[in-house]
């Protein structure tokens, strides 16, 4: 009996053992600098991805980055391609319908951004304009409720990068993006001088959520309560600051 006991106890050691060592496969859309970009050998970076690895060292197990076109991202994740997503996605009552969330582990709000010099006074004031928006995005989503009604042409990329190139091209008038991404990822770089942001902050839940949280397949309560913990506890040990402190000068996670 008591080799029966010990061989209980021991395969369950090992069982957690293995649990805490298994691969993490996190999903990552690496076109949305400063949060999930490419260094120059291709290896993913930002504050995603920095995030994502203080997360997996919390709960002892290793994050294997698997790159995905944003649109396609929950599909991917209900296919069972990776385990979570750690890609900037918000958490909003259409996507809940679909996938579960952790807490949040930032929240910035997004920002119309046009050409330096348009006489912005709200929606109806850029009748005619052309803005690209990340397809899927919560940034689509507004443009689409708010822009296009009005008469804005609102045009959905695979890619956000994919939308500054256009907007250097002369095919774009603007973009709705993420406050933090668009300034460092075009405002602060050569292509987006002439470019500024306009209107005020938008932070409207029915189109943004509540804050940016780590996307999971439904019924994972364990995973979720495993990382919810995880999140308090970089907050809490200094960890997060110093990812938020090496990409941002002011605390991403926001109200």
């Known amino acids: 009996m008591k080799k029966l006991l010990l061989a209980i106890a021991l395969g369950s050691v090992c069982a957690v053992s293995f649990a805490q060592g298994k691969d993490l496969k996190v999903a990552i859309d690496p076109t949305y600098e400063p949060f999930t970009f490419k260094t120059a050998d291709g290896k993913p970076t930002g504050f995603d991805v920095d995030i994502a690895s203080a997360l997996c060292e919390q709960i002892k197990r290793k994050c294997v980055f698997v790159e995905q076109v944003w649109d396609s991202m929950i599909p991917g994740l209900q296919a069972k391609k990776y385990d979570v997503i750690i890609s900037s996605m918000s958490i909003t009552e259409d996507r809940l319908k ?9 929240n910035t709000p997004s920002r119309v951004v046009l050409k ?8 109806a004031s850029i009748k005619g ?24 042409e609102v045009v959905p990329y695979e890619a956000q990068d994919q939308v500054y190139l256009d907007i250097k091209a002369g095919r774009l008038d603007g973009t709705v993006a993420d406050f933090v991404e668009v ?8 292509d987006g001088k002439d470019y500024t942001l306009v209107g005020p902050e938008l932070y409207i839940e029915k189109y943004f959520g509540v804050g940016i949280g780590i996307g999971m397949r439904k019924n994972e309560a364990a995973l979720k309560g495993e990382l919810n913990t995880a999140i308090k506890t970089i907050r809490g040990n200094g960890v997060y600051k110093k990812v938020n402190d090496k990409y941002f000068k002011f605390d991403v996670y926001g109200k």
């Open 98 to 106: 679909a996938i579960d969330f952790t807490d949040k582990y930032y």
């Open 116 to 123: 330096k010099g348009v006489n912005f006074t709200g929606s």
């Open 183 to 190: 300034t460092g990822g075009f405002l602060s770089k050569p």
């Open 129 to 152: 304009k052309k803005l690209g928006v990340l397809k899927g995005s919560t940034q689509e989503k507004y443009a689409m409720g708010e822009l296009k009604t009005v008469g804005v």
